[in-house]
């Protein structure tokens, strides 16, 4: 109630002067409400939150004008007349003393302000010019890093590409017929110099997308022959394994304007990926089909699949999810490379999945 009549008092005082008005007539009761009015103007006019004692001039007020309707109070309305003109004049008096010292006040203040927005201000600047400068060092830095991998991975590729022939020449008998457990052997040495120089790859794609020397050598291709061929080759990947590897009838050839050797390794990609992480005896399905003015190439598997974040995080380089580095062995770089070509083409990739259910990855492409 108390918090309800303080929020509300201008209503109330003012309701209480316009009911005394209408009820009492007498010249003097008019006098001491005028006053009261006057009063409460002043008040409010100089002083923010008002003092006590306007309530002892409103309270005698009313009393005053209360009263008078019964007894004749015109001497005591003159004295509280005089005296509310006495605390009229002592405001206005007060006011005009603190004027030059508020007026003082309010220009210290403004000093101090724009002192402390000068000192928040070279802050800012000192704060942006180190900022810049160790933007600059980073930047210097990463370009060593990416002219530093680039370069050691070019120097790599030669040794690798020596290896890889001669253990190719070893596994075609040039140095002589080789022994079960010689040929076992063998085999590993070359699955790992063949992993070895698809990593490499990676990092040299990877290098040239970030610096920008990436070119696309766009045309008019087909991408039902995209996936076809990116099909043929993942073919023996799914033999080996005993996975199903099939596609859905393409009776289009819908044509898209792409660089077609990056779109065939995008594509090849995808459905690699659904292979290494599909157990033997699973399968994979591709299916190309048209969406609106887009070309969709959908692949499908029902591999070990993984969670919704997974979903969102595997096209970040470097990333595997738990279950997939339990798996297969990997970089995690393949994806990653596939999601900044395609956003160089223009397209749009998204992963949907379900743990133990397989995933579903969804490229799509603007139609010619």
Not at 102 to 110: C, E, N, R, V
Not at 156 to 176: E, F, Q, V, W, Y
Not at 191 to 211: A, C, G, H, P, Q
């Amino acid at each position: 109630m108390s918090e309800f009549l303080k929020k509300n008092s201008l209503i109330l005082e003012l309701f209480g002067f316009l009911i005394a008005a209408i009820i009492f007539k007498s010249s003097y009761s008019i006098l001491a409400l005028l006053t009261m009015m006057v009063m409460f103007l002043f008040y409010s006019l100089f002083y923010t939150d008002p003092p006590k004692i306007r309530t002892f001039f409103m309270t005698a007020g009313f009393l005053l004008i209360i009263f008078n309707f019964t007894y004749d109070l015109s001497i005591f309305i003159s004295a509280y007349v005089a005296v509310a003109s006495l605390e009229c004049l002592r405001m206005i008096i007060a006011a005009v003393m603190k004027y030059p010292s508020a007026i003082q006040d309010l220009k210290s203040l403004t000093e101090e302000l724009e002192k402390r927005v000068e000192e928040r201000t070279a802050e800012l600047q000192e704060a942006n010019q180190k900022l810049q400068i160790a933007n600059d060092r980073l930047s210097e830095l990463d370009k060593m890093k990416s002219a530093f991998v680039s370069q050691a991975s070019h120097d790599l590729r030669t040794p690798l590409t020596a290896i890889k022939g001669s253990l190719d020449n070893l596994a075609l008998g040039i140095a002589g017929e080789l022994t079960e457990k010689q040929t076992r052997v063998l085999e590993r040495a070359r699955t790992s110099v063949n992993r070895l120089t698809s990593l490499i790859n990676d990092v040299l794609d990877l290098s040239r997308i970030e610096s920008g020397r990436t070119v696309l050598e766009k045309s008019n291709v087909s991408m039902r022959l995209i996936v076809e061929q990116a099909i043929q080759e993942n073919k023996p990947a799914a033999e080996q394994r005993r996975i199903a590897l099939n596609a859905d009838d393409m009776p289009e050839e819908f044509i898209v304007f792409v660089d077609g050797g990056k779109m065939e390794r995008i594509v090849g990609e995808l459905i690699g990926n659904a292979i290494k992480y599909t157990p033997e005896g699973g399968d994979v399905s591709v299916r190309l089909f048209q969406e609106n003015n887009q070309v969709v190439c959908c692949v499908k598997d029902s591999g070990i699949g993984m969670t919704e974040e997974d979903c969102q995080r595997i096209w970040e380089r470097f990333y595997r999810s738990n279950a997939s580095k339990h798996f297969a062995k990997g970089s995690g770089l393949g994806l990653s490379i596939a999601k900044e070509l395609i956003d160089l083409h223009g397209g749009s990739i998204e992963a949907q999945s379900e743990e133990g259910k397989g995933t579903t990855l969804t490229l799509r492409l603007p139609l010619r």
